[in-house]
């Protein structure tokens, strides 16, 4: 690589790509490109439906520029892949986001060019899936004429402690003199320094994992929180108990969504089957949690059917995939919806964060914006919003009727076993 690498482009201007680009800005030329063109039309007055990057800095970025038209890619010399990586209906990894970045890049790729990878595959696919198709695309040859690094994102949507800036960053290449680039160009914005790995694909284990552990001790208390429910025993209160030991490790039960946790361990566990290895632990986890949504809807409808004076009207509150956050990406709460009305019940969903058209675009539901009195027979409160917190418990708790009863799925106001029942 004899020529100056300093011409960058993120593909993917979503929740990954575009803090990443904000960043880069503020060193480097920054193309944005997203096919999205809404999304690229928004940014441009600067407005972040995401809410990762506060308006003043898309305002303060004024060395970034957004397209959704591929012909201004053309000059960079640096490509930065932050496209999503979701999966099928069957659970398998679903790479037709990487697959289209990866032709679009192609057809400008040139001699010396440097291609980044963000987004979350399975050990292997960088050189597997993605290389062939720059190099038949292109005509370049790999290693020789063009090469590649990996850099995992580690974005955790409505976090704003926890920023790129902070975070480590794990860096790797195709080849040392590509490693090395990859690694300088991170250390320019990323403050905490970065970890250079020995390989792509220990970068891409890497990633996967920092995930499927989170997913099986979320498991593990999930299935407490059960057998403890059987038993009429406060799950927090035993928590609370047991996190008084210095070696515990502090999880909460709850619904496991969004674009990471609930998504990696898939394909992780693919690619371990293509080994012929069954992975059974990872598996048993992602069981568990898949299958919370189904309890809290049944928790739900007993409690409802042991209080003979309450009806079929259930309010929930909360439907992102985590709180604080307008993302809904593979959010559970949604598959409990769907239960609650399958049963009989009348459901209204409310949430301060997500978006109305987006819910209801995608699964058919209409946000409520106001909250009558005494309208419930049951409220579940499923995440830890900040607005809940403000706007109180006592006045959450004239939403039900005489004998109604708050479920709080996330312990928000330390009800014993998470229940409060007028």
Known sequence: MKKKLNKIAIIGMGYVGLPLAIEFQKYFSVIGFDINENRIERLKINIDETKEVPKKDLIKAKSLFYTS????????????????????????????????????????????????????????????????????????????????????ERINPGDRIHRIVNTVKITSGSNPKALNIVDKLYKKIVKAGTFKASSIKAAEAAKIIENTQRDLNIALINEFSVIFDKMKLDTYEILKAAETKWNFISF??????????????????????????????????????????????????????????????????????????????????????????????????????????????????????????????????????????????????????????ILDLKNNFNFKNQFYQK
């Open 69 to 152: 038209n591929k012909i201004n890619l053309s000059n960079s010399n640096i490509y930065i892949v932050c496209v999503p990586t979701p999966l099928k209906k069957s659970n398998q990894p679903d790479l037709k986001n990487l697959k289209l970045a990866c032709n679009i890049i192609s057809e400008f790729l040139k001699k010396d060019d440097l291609v980044i990878f963000e987004s979350t595959v399975y050990p292997g696919a960088t050189e597997e899936v993605c290389v062939p198709i720059l190099e038949k695309k292109s005509g370049l040859i790999f290693n020789k004429e063009f090469s590649v690094g990996y850099s995992p």
């Open 252 to 405: 909460k039960p709850g619904l496991v969504g969004g674009h990471c946790i609930g998504v990696d361990p898939y394909y992780l566990t693919y690619k371990a089957k293509n080994l012929n290895l069954d992975p059974k632990v990872i598996l048993a986890g992602r069981e568990v949690n898949d299958n919370m949504s189904a309890y809290l809807a049944k928790r739900l409808h007993q409690k409802i059917s042991a209080t003979k004076k309450l009806k079929n009207k259930i309010l929930i509150m909360g439907v992102t995939f985590k709180e604080d956050c307008p993302d809904i990406r593979n959010s559970k709460v949604f598959d409990v919806i769907r239960m609650l009305k399958k049963i009989g019940y009348k459901v209204d969903a409310q949430d301060p964060y997500a978006s109305y058209d987006e819910v209801l675009k995608i699964h058919k539901v209409k946000l409520i914006k106001k909250i009558l009195p005494n309208d419930y027979d049951a409220v579940l409160i499923s995440l830890a919003h900040s607005y809940y917190h403000k706007i109180g418990i006592k006045k959450i708790k004239t939403f039900i009727k005489k004998n109604g009863f």
